[in-house]
């Protein structure tokens, strides 16, 4: 028989543990305050990420943005893929962030992946969805307004009972234990991780967004076990920007991004009892960086991610001669005034004087994207050009290829030039159809659209045939006179990696005219012409 002491004891622990359970359980769910609004808005997705992320969505949506929205959604409900390119302020991010918090609210996905680049915003997607899911307990209510949620302001609180009421009642306190009806709500918020309450019967129970990076071994693994439910293998899988500037430039980075979004993602899709792949979501939202990078690979190799690109300028100026002023007036304000109130008061003074020549010809795709202190969205546009234009192509653009086209030694914009004999305009060979710079190098891929047609091409395919060697010779032209930069005798400055020595004049800017191919290029600079088999065609290399 236990003694008088032990027995005290005994109740002390069963009156703590009574309590205990007591403060664990966290009561009946309020019922949901608007059950019309709710359903109508699931059927509205674009009007749901407005009313129940206010916060993150608000602003009214671009046409481009309702687009996107469109086709992710569409995506999700087919259990397909969807991939966008798409200019940095477009909120590729936040909007797939949103239809995956949607998705999941909804029970549509139950086991969810978000992957970012390496090092990348794991932590801050996790706070994004905590944030949209908590609301603190409202403070001075009666029991009364708690049951029917009337204290609550977020409409997701109020129209979500069944997921936001438990992490309420958790008050961000990562381990306090919770309880509905006696079994474990098993909510878990963290940096790695967002495991939805367990509250059997509803739709959402006990679903999870997993974080990671890309290269990540986590990504493998990733089963996840739902009470009532059982073992559910991912569902949906959110690629955000996964490439970083330094990875977009390594060829072995960008090969290995490829490979686990081709074998790893991918590879998380199970087999149906009959056999089958399941479907695997898979949303994308990346930026061009560079040529050749994880945005032009997934383009190019992958067509079942339906990528959509999505420019800041629908249209560019066909004469960027008033956006050259712009940026010579700019710098020139700069070095007079050097701080930037006087600047940009400057700055909005000669964009309105020339307001109708700088933007003829453009149409922005969001309006409204700009700094407080821009007169408009092109402006916007013009400052992020007259900064790096190399910026403005990737950033803006999504055109790596022009981007490369104006980095390293001023080779202005420009895809197709005539390829000739011997500088002779009526000996014609074919036309580039991709120019791009690596360092202090142009490379140009070109058809050789007259073969069987023109016997220069003809003769030129017979010399290569017999082993000549042939070069490239260009000729190009001077853009304006403000691109020479004079320097003084004794003097040096570096041009492509070389260094000059005055009096001598710099060319910054300039542009391909033509290419030549030749037997003797005119200062022996070592350049090369390769001719191969490309699809059937014949494929000149300069």
Known sequence: MPSEGQTRRQQEQRRREKARKANADIGEIPP??????????????????????PDRFFLDFSESQKNFISLAWNAIQNRGKQNINAYRGFGKTSLESGLLLMSHMMGHTRNGIYVSAEGGAGKASAEF?????????????????????????KAIVQDYPEICYP??????????PLEYHGWPCNIKISPEKITFPLIDGTRASGSKISFTSILSSSIRGTFHNIRRVGAVRPDIVMIDDVQSDGAA??????????????????????????????????????????????????????????????????SVPVDFTPWRDYREFRRDQYLRYGDKKTVTAKLVEYYNRHRTEIEFGCVADNPGLREDWQVSAIHFAVE???????????????????????????????????????????????QTTVISRDGGQINADAEMIHLGIDDTADNIMELWKRGARLQASVRTGLIAPEHIERIEPGVSCQVNSQTFQGPCEIVRKWKLREISIVTLDADDAGTNVFIEAALGKKQEKT
């Open 32 to 53: 949901v305050q608007d059950p019309e609004r709710r359903n109508y808005l699931e059927q509205h997705p674009d009007e749901w990420l407005r009313t129940y992320l």
């Open 129 to 153: 969805f905590a944030d949209a899911l908590f609301e603190p307990i409202p403070a001075d209510t009666g029991d009364e307004d708690l049951e029917d949620h009337v204290g609550y302001e």
């Open 167 to 176: 992490i309420s009642k958790r008050d961000n306190v990562a381990q306090k």
């Open 249 to 314: 430039k390594s060829e072995t980075e960008v090969d290995n991004i490829i490979n686990v979004i081709k074998k790893s993602i991918e590879g998380l899709a199970g087999v149906t009892k009959d056999g089958y792949k399941q479907p695997l979501i898979i949303l994308s939202a990346l930026t061009q960086n560079q040529p050749n990078d994880v945005a032009c690979r997934m383009l190019e190799e992958m067509p079942d991610y339906c990528t959509v690109i999505y420019r800041f300028l629908r």
């Open 384 to 430: 992020k050009w007259a900064v790096s234009e190399e910026a403005f192509w990737c950033e803006l653009q999504n055109d790596s290829v022009r981007a490369a086209q104006t980095r390293d030694g001023g080779l202005e914009p420009v895809q197709i030039v005539p390829v000739i004999r011997d500088h002779n305009q009526d000996e014609k060979v074919g």
